[in-house]
């Protein structure tokens, strides 16, 4: 079982970039899927940015053109930059590996992101 492991989180004013980074064993090229998801305060956890192994990606909408989600070829790392940040992208991220279609994916511990207005 892969064990995602997150970072790059961090305080930023409104209007500002970060780039979140997971690390995990094993070649996520190969993956069937990897994602970002998020959690604020008192809300359910959501997908934000999903990329497969085809390289076919998905955003929800409300970071569409300011979020990028891809794979790092040398550091076989999985990426989220994130621009133009709104308080309301406040929250803790989550890297989401699923090697296989057949097995369950691993979550790594989460990296917290904070905007201020």
């Known amino acids: 079982q892969v064990q995602p492991v997150e970072s790059g989180g961090g305080l930023v004013q409104a209007g500002g970039s970060l780039r979140l980074s997971c690390a995990v064993s094993g070649n996520i090229f190969s993956f069937a899927a990897m994602g970002w998801y998020r959690q604020a305060p008192d809300k359910q956890r959501e997908l934000v940015a999903q990329i497969i192994s085809d390289g076919s990606t998905y955003y929800v909408d409300s970071v569409k053109d300011r979020f990028t989600i891809g794979r790092h070829s040398a550091k076989n790392t999985l990426y989220l930059q994130m621009n133009s940040l709104k308080p309301e992208d406040t929250a803790v991220y989550y890297c989401?590996?699923?090697?296989?279609?057949?097995?369950?994916?691993?979550w790594g511990q989460g990296t917290q992101v904070t905007v201020s207005s």
């Open positions: 989401y590996a699923k090697p296989t279609w057949s097995e369950a994916g691993s």
